[in-house]
């Protein structure tokens, strides 16, 4: 099977749809702490308005709306929107969550102090269109912030996956995958400022994820992004067996045989001005 990410509107809208439900029951939670994290160094005040750009369902979002900000939340796939809706119901949050593409955004030209994505407009296919609508929509002098993965071994949650993958005879597909193609700060700041932002900073974060277990993390795994699940299905079962073993005994090694596995790593935050 093609492990190659879906470029078509459709198609990416589709493989994100098949991991949304587990996204946001897995992925959501343990990211909103880095959404706040992303938040707290932005300059945002009640009634800041704020794009999120490929917004999951809420990790960065839900922790805007808390700050008093006029959030709007856009993504690809309807059951990110609907279960964002859902989070910003539970909490009582004002916010407007819309379905639609990050290329073409349907808001006017001006529209928000800042645009602010979170792996969002650092997986398109298109960054640089990407940016160019963030820009467009956001005023004179505003900001927009990408956040995105430093280099792989410095994210072990991917890497663990991509290492049991290995030793479990899977094959990953040529060139870099797309969570990891703005790893380089310096490609970071040239790929912000050729978007025509000024004052450009690059600065890192910090992420912790706990995993209780093998099981619970190919479920984290599996729902971050859709390319996970292409890789594994990729493998016979008797990999698929041993990346679970494999897995097992890397999480055992890293908890100290007891209580769940921390996994560091490390993400940029990019920003510059209109």
Not at 96 to 106: H, N, Q, R
């Amino acid at each position: 099977m093609s492990t190659r990410t879906p470029t078509t509107p459709t198609a990416v809208r589709d493989a994100w749809e098949r991991v949304a439900d587990g996204f946001d029951r897995y992925l959501t939670p343990q990211t909103m702490a880095l959404g706040e994290q992303v938040i707290s160094r932005l300059d945002i005040t009640p009634g800041t308005r704020v794009l999120d750009v490929g917004a999951g369902s809420g990790a960065l979002a839900i922790p805007a709306a808390r700050a008093g900000a006029d959030v709007v939340a856009l993504d690809i796939a309807p059951t990110m929107i609907t279960r964002l809706r859902e989070r910003a119901t539970a909490e009582g949050l004002q916010l407007t969550a819309l379905v639609g593409d990050g290329t073409a955004i349907a808001l006017d030209d001006d529209a928000v102090d800042l645009t602010v994505s979170l792996n969002g407009i650092s997986l398109f296919d298109d960054i640089a269109a990407g940016l160019a609508e963030a820009a467009r929509v956001t005023r004179p002098g505003g900001q927009v912030a990408l956040v995105t993965m430093a280099p792989l071994r410095e994210v072990e949650f991917v890497a663990f996956f991509i290492g049991a993958l290995r030793t479990a005879g899977g094959t990953l597909p040529p060139g870099p995958l797309p969570p990891f193609r703005l790893t380089d700060p310096d490609v970071l700041r040239a790929t912000l400022r050729d978007a025509g932002l000024r004052d450009v900073t690059v600065e890192p974060l910090s992420w912790e994820t706990e995993v209780p277990s093998a099981e619970r993390y190919l479920e984290l795994a599996l729902s971050s992004n859709p390319i996970a699940g292409r890789l594994l299905a990729g493998l016979d079962p008797g990999q698929r067996l041993e990346v679970n073993e494999v897995l097992d005994g890397m999480l055992r090694d890293r908890a100290g045989g007891d209580g769940p596995a921390v996994l560091h790593n490390t993400l940029h935050l990019g920003r510059g001005t209109v």
